[in-house]
């Protein structure tokens, strides 16, 4: 689970997030706990519940029929947006390290080829027999750079509210949207029914959907950390970006080797394939069967799979020829997105389950944080409309609100009895 979530999200956005200084902490620290975690667990959980279903056909059976078809189509195109999102950055990486004859598209094109292969064979022959080395690798490099930071005597900044961006970029809510997987992220919803398919006992969830979770964000919190450590502050931080054309994949290569040598280059290198490739494969698996649940298409015959594979890898090929940085924001946004609709779906759910009041909020209250964050950032960012913090923030609290009264009409009171009522207690279940 972990390897299936921790993309470039953990380590390049956690490195974009560092810009804004140790504030990035609070929410990399706070938003895995309170938002992330609990997106991921009822995720999950609620896959399971039902058979095993794709996020969409989740997200449908509790928001009703439009949402369903909404969520079909938007979860496709951010799994296909994800894929070439996780090929391009680790396939720029292995092009700097390699000859120059060994370009960015030749790494493209291999990487595709194992990403379809991956796709195309059961979970079990590919995926499950190199996942377990993956992790391996992926916890040392962790431990390696952080390990490098206190060993080489680096200053570590104090814990601080105020905003450091160089830029003066504000940090609402660019910050919670740029640090996507580190915090919370709606990615992680397409990967739960993989996941959950091979889970015997729900009883495991906690420890495998929150879990996979909190380790992403400590993963998130180290890359941060190294960052405005390895750079001596956000200003350098930010100079060394500009100086690279924001080339994170070669930030990461310096960083490994500046802190340990031949090995941390190795590490580092190791880990930052390892985030990005072992999502991609298992975003292109999802959009595949979220297709295959969508139009009933039986996906046991090599032939059947094809039909919906070779049209996704096409356009996913397409978009690795896209500027990195670009595809990045677009996915950062799409992805809180997503992690906002999926916060409603489990308050949704556990409206009618619990028959009260306060158990929901466990998922109702991040989902209106996240409904203020994704539409104040659709107003503001230069991607999208681009206008005044004068506008989007109020408008971002207004959108929250209204998702709030809607799930307090629509959630809550229908599903109180006549004694909740009056007095506010939740229902036995």
């Given amino acids: 689970e972990l390897l299936n979530i921790a993309g470039l999200g953990p380590i390049f956005g956690a490195l974009a997030g560092a810009l804004w200084g140790p504030i990035v902490y609070i929410w990399i620290v706070f938003g895995t706990i309170f938002a992330g975690g609990v997106h991921d667990f009822l995720s999950g959980t609620l896959s399971m519940r039902q058979d095993g279903a794709s996020i969409s056909e989740v997200v449908g059976n509790n928001l009703g029929k439009v949402m369903l078809q909404v ?9 296909v947006l994800i894929g070439a999102t996780f090929t391009t950055g680790p396939a720029g990486l292995f092009a700097e390290l390699t000859p120059n004859i060994l370009t960015k598209n030749f790494w493209v094109v291999i990487l595709l080829i194992y990403y379809f292969l991956a796709t195309m064979f059961p979970i079990d022959k590919i995926i499950g027999k190199i996942y377990p080395i993956f992790g391996v690798l992926l916890i040392v490099m962790c431990v390696g750079v952080i390990g490098g ?28 949207v740029t640090v996507a997987c580190g915090a919370c992220s709606g990615f992680h919803s397409t990967q739960a029914p993989l996941v959950g398919r091979c889970i015997d006992d729900e009883r495991k969830n906690r420890r495998i959907f ?38 994170q994949s070669v930030m990461v290569y310096n960083i490994g080797k500046g802190l340990l040598g031949p090995v941390g280059v190795i590490l580092t290198v190791v880990g930052v394939g390892i985030c990005p490739i072992t999502s991609a494969d298992t975003a292109f698996r999802s959009a595949r069967l979220t297709i295959s649940d969508w139009f009933h298409i039986d996906q046991k015959s090599i032939p059947s799979r094809l039909k919906i594979s070779i049209p996704l890898f096409a356009a996913g090929a397409l978009l690795t020829q896209l500027n990195f940085s670009v595809i990045w924001r677009y996915f950062s946004y799409s992805n809180q997105t997503l992690a906002m609709i999926v916060l409603w779906t489990g308050a949704a759910y556990l409206c009618k389950w619990r028959k009260g009041t306060l158990y929901s909020l466990v998922a109702a209250i991040p989902a209106t944080f996240m409904s203020a964050v994704t539409a104040t950032y659709l107003f503001m960012a230069p991607e999208c409309l681009h206008l005044s913090t004068a506008i989007a923030y109020p408008v971002g609290v207004i959108f929250a609100a209204i998702c709030f009264v809607v799930y307090v009409v629509k959630g809550i009171i229908p599903n109180m009895k006549p004694t909740d009522r009056l007095s506010g207690i939740p229902a036995e279940s």
């Fill in 210 to 247: 929150y879990g996979a979770m909190v380790a992403e964000g400590v993963i998130a919190l180290i890359w941060a950390t190294v960052g405005i450590a390895f750079y001596h502050g956000t200003k350098g931080l930010y100079a060394a970006g500009n100086a690279l054309h924001n080339n």
């Fill in 149 to 176: 930071i206190f060993a080489g005597g680096y200053p570590i900044e104090e814990l601080t509210l105020t905003n450091e961006h160089p830029a003066k970029t504000p940090f609402w809510s660019m910050m919670f």
């Fill in 71 to 79: 969520m079909r189509v938007f979860s496709v195109i951010l799994l």
